[in-house]
């Protein structure tokens, strides 16, 4: 079971000796569950056995155990426990963890007290006969009610509550497998939320789990699937505090993202530069829950937003109210994507056209700002996507250039005769240059053929991608 060194057992053994040498002094409260390398047990004077559980599953523990208050009689650790389910294998595992370790204690389990065994008979008996409604009276004899309850109890160990629809005195069994599905369903939307936080750490242990409980289900072993599945409904609450913690966060730089947006992306490099450096500080901060320092860069950026204004340098920002507006900035964002979608859809005729000329630089330039905008809204900058569109536009609405006339040469006319006093020496070497300059200038219009399909194709691509968008 356990997979230590024997060092690191032995150091181990220590520290729990000296933890059980205050229990054999006074009671504490305790939790003991079972983990992958034996037990975990957590162990306190004064707080309460349900804090201990939750610590000692921080520490790797299960959902089974057992816990309550400690004794010990000479190397005897007795619990008196509060919670109900407690395995039956745990005394046994708990001797092996003692003994890897170099003690030589053994757990017992306190049995309930007779008379808190006859006070639950009657409310067993109730649920017996609420189960079974067609019933004139509930059984006289005890044993009969109490079988309703024992059976009640075989359907927790199993993996969820008994089924008001199966009878009491040995009917249906409740499925474990329906069960442990109705929990999953009951908590899926909590895990979509958190599997939609791609940036969260805790995605990678919750596909853990989930991997743990989709096999255990698998191979029907549904006490394996419930362990798997606590460890779920775990991960979903510390993600649950996370986000009570970040979301303040969240809201104030929501709050005043427009603002930000227009100092880093203004004429004024220094302010420009500065608001910049701290949000991708405050971005760090806030996803590795450095609260303080999320805290502090939020004070930088409104006190930078605030100078700004007072300068007069922002005059439509007055026009928002600090936190009101988040939702109107939300979809005023949404209004700006839409509009630079439509425009670049607009633009294509007109880009198709452009990559018809013959300057292989344009096409070339051209060709770049499409995917480059595509990529931008992609990613949700609009302020790079508008500023591709106004260099994009000018480019595609200037007419083609047309490909330069070749001036005569000196030595020969318009029509093509030679100038009079012209050597005929130098016609022939004219003629032959400007056959080997034609040569030269077919060979390169076939490149800038083959280089106008290939960008034609990438356009086509590109805006193919971009009607399929939402």
């Known amino acids: 079971m356990a997979s230590k060194s024997p060092a690191e057992l032995k150091s181990e053994g220590v520290e729990l000796k000296a933890v059980l040498a205050k229990v054999k002094k006074k009671q504490h409260n305790c939790a003991i569950l079972m983990s992958k390398d034996g037990i975990v047990i957590e162990v306190h004077l004064k707080k309460a056995p349900e804090i201990l559980v939750k610590a000692a599953k921080k520490k790797g523990g299960m959902a089974k155990g057992a816990w309550g208050t400690l004794t010990m009689d000479g190397q005897v650790i007795i619990l008196d426990p509060i919670n109900d389910k407690i395995p039956g294998s745990l005394p046994k595992v708990a001797k092996k963890f003692f003994s890897e370790r170099g003690l030589k204690n053994r757990l017992e389990i306190k049995e309930p007290e007779e008379g808190a065994t006859s006070a639950e008979e009657p409310e067993a008996e109730e649920e017996t006969t609420r189960s079974r409604p067609e019933a004139a009276a509930p059984e006289p004899e005890a044993p009969a009610a109490r079988s309703g309850g024992a059976e009640e109890d075989a359907a927790a160990e199993s993996g969820g509550p008994a089924s008001e629809d199966a009878p009491a005195g040995g009917g249906e069994e409740v499925d474990p497998r329906a069960a442990l599905e109705a929990r999953l369903k009951e908590q899926q939307p909590r895990i979509d939320a958190l599997l939609a936080d791609t940036k969260s750490l805790m995605i990678d242990g919750l596909k853990d789990m989930m991997g743990l409980f989709t096999r255990a289900m698998d191979d029907e072993l549904f006490d394996r699937a419930d362990d798997a599945l606590n460890k779920v409904v775990t991960v979903l609450d510390d993600y649950d505090g996370l986000m009570a913690q970040k979301q303040p966060f969240l809201d104030r730089m929501k709050s005043m993202f427009r603002k930000v947006d227009k100092l880093a992306t203004g004429p004024d490099d220094e302010v420009a530069t500065a608001i910049s450096r701290y949000k991708r500080e405050f971005d760090y901060a806030v996803e590795n829950s450095e609260w303080y320092s999320s805290g502090e860069k939020?004070?930088?950026?409104?006190?930078?937003?605030?100078?700004?204004?007072?300068?007069?340098?922002?005059?439509?920002?007055?026009?928002?109210?600090?936190?009101?507006?988040?939702?109107?900035?939300?979809?005023?964002?949404?209004?700006?994507?839409?509009?630079?979608?439509?425009?670049?859809?607009?633009?294509?005729?007109?880009?198709?056209?452009?990559?018809?000329?013959?300057?292989?630089?344009?096409?070339?330039?051209?060709?770049?700002?499409?995917k480059g905008f595509t990529v931008a809204i992609k990613g949700g900058d609009l302020v790079k996507s508008q500023k591709i569109m106004d260099i994009l536009e000018p480019m595609v609405d200037q007419p083609a250039g047309n490909a330069p006339q070749q001036d005569a040469p000196e030595n020969e006319s318009v029509s093509g005769q030679p100038v009079e006093g012209a050597q005929s020496g130098e016609v022939e070497q004219a003629e032959a240059e400007a056959e080997a300059e034609a040569e030269a200038k077919a060979q390169a219009k076939g490149s800038r053929m083959t280089l106008l399909k290939r960008m034609r194709s990438s356009l086509d691509s590109l805006v193919s991608e971009m009607q399929q968008q939402p």
């Open 298 to 370: 939020l004070d930088q950026m409104e006190a930078l937003v605030k100078e700004h204004q007072g300068a007069g340098g922002d005059n439509d920002s007055d026009e928002e109210e600090s936190g009101s507006d988040a939702p109107s900035a939300a979809a005023e964002s949404g209004d700006e994507r839409n509009r630079l979608v439509e425009a670049f859809r607009a633009l294509t005729p007109r880009i198709k056209l452009a990559l018809q000329s013959d300057n292989k630089v344009d096409i070339k330039k051209i060709a770049t700002l499409a």
